[in-house]
């Protein structure tokens, strides 16, 4: 029997109304259990009351966990009435991109090839959480295999964005942003092959940071593109973003890309501020192609002042490795994903959607020369943009160039080229960040802080300092 | 060299064949645009692969022994 004393708020006069938790961070839901202000089973309920009444319309989830959600959260109020604490996710109540396999729980990637397949095992990132004490709300939406787009012919219908459901959320971690901007959860993790977490981050009004390549393990995570692929979380806050990061860093010997660096204290120097620190930004790569649109122009100047105001020093950086990170992503990308999935290509290419389908058979016409040249390049790319880095702390962009399209949005007679902000992160496989940096026409707009690898507590203490400067996080979508 | 040919659906079939796949005309004519797109990547990114380090490189170029 527990002897956690009786909530406050049941015996007042608001009694049985558990607190409105619904946006608060991981921080904050984290002192109301150890406070015994809820438990984290009233936690649990709370999401999984409003996952019933909102997700029927948002469909940021694929499949909810709840009686193992609700089982994980009575083990949570046992072992912290217990004083077993198991540090800042104990209780708290988060949900996995669909990618991230759960052992006994079905894990699909959004696609109908692996509808049926229930892993034996956990991810080494489902394993971190599960041992943090964190509760397992669900598996999320995601674009098929982590690279299609929303179509008909999937077995799940799209995540939509919460701040207009005519809008996309981005993609892939669509489902991941979708529902922590709606308030269903207080964490989800996202892969990031080529901006899968920072896009929905960027489209939701969220944060969502791509660790350095090696820093999380993706062990168990289903493979888009070994050279690119990247597994890391999302939140509401930088904060949350941190102590999340915190619980699945580290090295992993049965991932053969896992790096053996030391995992620091991501929360430790986040408040400490820009003052000196100097931030780049290729300014050339705004008005690449048919550029930025006004608006993402307007904010992102916006941002860079208030950075500025903080004690940030901006200095103009050379543009082209990043402009051009964009085709070294996609040329080794696709054609890793086209290996990865040549025998399901051949014997049950019906199972894929078309979209997906089209776009992986790519992958089947580079040669073998044009991918080393595509790896060649990623080595000269990388190199270039490590060296603008020993001249300034971080790189600085917009995440997207636009807001987040409409579903129907159809292709423009002339097609439009955009900077592809999200690429350069993965090519080099640099830590980076998206934050909420402005709104347009009720949609948010996301501001990218990019660094040196395995610096991820630098980019978190930029984000944090830009964050607690503005109140764009605070905003919260009218679901 | 797989990926100079012109691209036509008869070379786009017996890229196809090479990777083991039998695709029907219709699918390989939905494929094309993202082929053509590849290749422009793959030109585009000529320009980051030095060649300096490699001793044979000026040998090659010009189509002699040296």
Known sequence: MSNRRRPRWRTGPRANVAPDTRFLSIREVGALLRKNEITSQELTRSCLDLVSRLDPELHSFIRVTADLALEQAATADRELAAGIDRGPLHGVPIALKDLFATRGIPTTAHSNVLLNWVPDEDSAVTADLRNAGAVLLGKLAMHEFAAGKPGPDLPFPPARNPWNLEHIPGGSSSGSGAALAAGLCFGAMGSDTGGSIRGPAAFCGIAGIKPTFGRVSRRGVVPLSWSFDHAGPMARGVEDCALLLQAISGHDPLDAASANVPVPDYTSGLENGVDGLRLGIPRDWLTFGDGVTPEVASAFETALATLKGLGATLVDVPSPAFIDSEAANLLVGLTEAFSYHRETLRSRRGEFSKNLKDQFLEGAFISGADYVLGQRATVAIRKEIASILTTVDAIVSPTAATVADRFDAEDPATPVRRPGFTNPANVTGFPAISVPGGMASGLPIGLQIMGRPFEEALVLRIAKAFESSTSWHTMHPPL | ?66
Do not use: H, Y
């Open chain 2, 1 to 66: 060299m797989p990926g100079d040919e012109a691209l036509t659906i008869e070379t786009m079939r017996d890229l196809a064949q090479q990777a083991g796949l039998a695709l029907t005309d219709e699918e390989l004519r939905d494929v094309m645009p993202g082929v053509a797109r590849n290749r422009a990547r793959a030109k585009l990114l000529e320009k980051w692969v030095t060649q300096d380090v490699e001793p044979a490189t000026a040998a090659l170029a010009n189509g002699s022994e040296g």
